[in-house]
T-cell receptor
Framework: EAGVAQSPRYKIIEKRQSVAFWCNPI?????LYWYQQILGQGPKLLIQ????????DSQLPKDRFSAERLKGVDSTLKIQPAKLEDSAVYLC?????????????FGPGTRLLVL | GQNIDQPTEMTATEGAIVQINCTYQ??????LFWYQQHAGEAPTFLSY????GLEEKGRFSSFLSRSKGYSYLLLKELQMKDSASYLC??????????FGGGTRVLVKP
């Protein structure tokens, strides 16, 4: 079974530039999550999709971050414009049904450095 | 809201046992996960507890007390490859996970 795919793996940009990350979840997983993980901290949920609908985006800085999941499969996360404090690893995860004890499966992450 | 606390760092010797505690305060508790994360890698699933008690999986065990808002992950017969961060994550309704800050475990020879 193929895992969660993410690209790019690394990205370096200057502040005020834009950047986009892509995620392809495990086939059949209805729930998709984007997390931000700053060095030395646990992952922080940015947005959660159920199929192509948003379930929770309460911690997404909507003035600069946006995300979409067209057709309920792939998803993109965009930052525009980027700030220095956005330097972090952006993790995508997918799951079947956590309420049945199914775990989230994480992709390898995109490491973003904003200069 | 949710509040999850775990120690920042722990050091132990190869072959020993280490216990990583996690305390949480949450509304709508619906289960607790433990993940392992090696430096520069994604988190990987270790265990899941939804009922009180101990779940054992080889060298790793996880315990939950819902009434006390407390869990621990027990790592036995420590190996060098167990050096990693261990993340406690609480599940609320709606398939949402909230992660603690992680505990970095350093295993020394």
């Amino acid at each position: 079974e193929a895992g969660v795919a993410q690209s790019p793996r690394y990205k370096i940009i200057e502040k005020r530039q834009s950047v986009a990350f892509w995620c392809n979840p495990i086939s059949g997983h209805a729930t998709l999550y984007w997390y931000q993980q700053i060095l030395g901290q646990g992952p922080k949920l940015l947005i959660q999709f159920q199929n192509n609908g948003v379930v929770d985006d309460s911690q997404l800085p909507k003035d600069r971050f946006s995300a979409e999941r067209l057709k309920g499969v792939d998803s993109t996360l965009k930052i525009q414009p980027a700030k220095l404090e956005d330097s972090a690893v952006y993790l995508c995860a997918s799951s079947l049904d956590l309420d049945r004890g199914e775990t989230q499966y994480f992709g390898p992450g995109t490491r973003l450095l904003v200069l | 809201g949710q509040n999850i606390d775990q120690p920042t760092e722990m050091t132990a010797t190869e072959g020993a046992i280490v216990q990583i505690n996690c305390t949480y305060q949450t509304s709508g508790f619906n289960g607790l996960f433990w993940y392992q994360q090696h430096a520069g890698e994604a988190p990987t699933f270790l265990s899941y507890n939804v009922l009180d008690g101990l779940e054992e999986k080889g060298r790793f065990s996880s315990f939950l007390s819902r009434s006390k808002g407390y869990s621990y992950l027990l790592l036995k017969e420590l190996q060098m490859k167990d050096s990693a961060s261990y993340l406690c994550a609480v599940k609320a309704a709606g398939n949402k996970l909230t992660f603690g800050g992680g505990t970095r475990v350093l295993v020394k020879p």
